[in-house]
T-cell receptor, first 118, second 114 residues
Framework: GAVVSQHPSRVICKSGTSVKIECRSLDFQATTMFWYRQFPKKSLMLMAT?????????EQGVEKDKFLINHASLTLSTLTVTSAHPEDSSFYICSARDQLAGAYNEQFFGPGTRLTVL | AQSVTQLGSHVSVSEGALVLLRCNYS??????LFWYVQYPNQGLQLLLKYTSAATLVKGINGFEAEFKKSETSFHLTKPSAHMSDAAEYFC????????????FGTGTRLTIIP
């Protein structure tokens, strides 16, 4: 299957700093990528839909100025957590859809990024 | 709006026993349904998907699920549990194929008893 990578896999930062997380589709092109947040022992919550070349679509309740999403190419989307605070600590997972695969909405998930804000 | 409900946040079965993880969906349109597995500190891996073709769907690692419209269910089964099946399992629904977002259930943690 298609491969999606995330970098870094784990990051620890101080409160007030910004952190950038990269999501890459390694062997396919993805016009659409999704960013999820997963709290401990909880389900995945969709944060935003990232579309190549256009603004991201944020889910209700997600602060777009805090969680900046950029999808500059068909293989890369980035999530920047600005002015991070301890409550932003979470597991962030991206997914990407292979635009050419013809699969029924199959999204390929990255391995996730564990963010810890001190 | 679409949603899925996973009954049982924790399920324990003995090695070699039947695995049954329950998922019920709610959808105003014919749904596309998915089961994903997540191992600790990892992303999600697709086990199987229902896309309005055959109602009995076979996936990887010996798992299968049956779409039952009358019961609005899409339960996941495996005839014989293996220790490596211990993980978190998520049921998800989307409205159709394309760039539609997935709505996930709350997950079921499967524990295998030796």
């Amino acid at each position: 299957g298609a491969v999606v990578s995330q970098h870094p896999s784990r990051v620890i930062c101080k409160s007030g700093t910004s952190v950038k997380i990269e999501c890459r589709s390694l062997d396919f092109q993805a016009t659409t990528m999704f960013w999820y947040r997963q709290f401990p022992k909880k389900s995945l919550m969709l944060m935003a839909t990232s579309n190549e070349g256009s603004k991201a679509t944020y889910e209700q309740g997600v602060e777009k100025d805090k969680f900046l999403i950029n999808h500059a190419s068909l293989t890369l989307s980035t999530l920047t957590v600005t002015s991070a605070h301890p409550e932003d600590s979470s597991f962030y997972i991206c997914s990407a859809r292979d635009q050419l695969a013809g699969a029924y909405n199959e999204q390929f998930f990255g391995p996730g990024t564990r963010l810890t804000v001190l | 709006a679409q949603s899925v409900t996973q009954l049982g946040s924790h399920v324990s079965v003995s090695e070699g026993a039947l695995v049954l993880l329950r998922c019920n969906y709610s959808s105003s349109v014919p749904p596309y349904l998915f089961w994903y597995v997540q191992y600790p500190n990892q992303g999600l891996q697709l086990l199987l998907k229902y896309t309005s073709a055959a109602t009995l769907v076979k996936g990887i690692n010996g798992f299968e699920a049956e779409f039952k419209k009358s019961e609005t269910s899409f339960h996941l089964t495996k005839p014989s549990a293996h220790m490596s099946d211990a993980a978190e399992y998520f049921c998800a629904v989307s409205r159709n194929f394309g760039n539609e977002k997935l709505t996930f259930g709350t997950g079921t943690r499967l524990t295998i008893i030796p």
